[in-house]
């Protein structure tokens, strides 16, 4: 499977999680939908790549959450 490249530079050990995401998506989204996210800032602020099938692994979840999660 294909991987994904995120990349946002910004030298701090945080993870900084968007206010809009916080504003207009977090009251409706699931634990998986959060978790995903959490995991998706994560690897792009430390210019990591991950495919969907390590993301499946490392956050439980079947492919088809991960792909609702990308889509949500």
Do not use: P
Not at 49 to 67: G, H, Q, R, T
């Amino acid at each position: 499977m294909s991987e994904i490249n995120l990349n946002i530079t910004i030298n701090t050990s945080a993870t900084i999680i968007s206010n809009t995401f916080i504003e207009r998506f977090i009251n409706n989204a699931n634990a998986s939908h959060i978790r995903f996210y959490l995991y998706l800032m994560y690897y792009s602020q430390n210019h990591k790549s991950f495919s969907i099938n390590s993301a499946c692994d490392f956050l439980d979840d079947s492919e088809k959450d991960i792909i609702r999660s990308i889509n949500y």
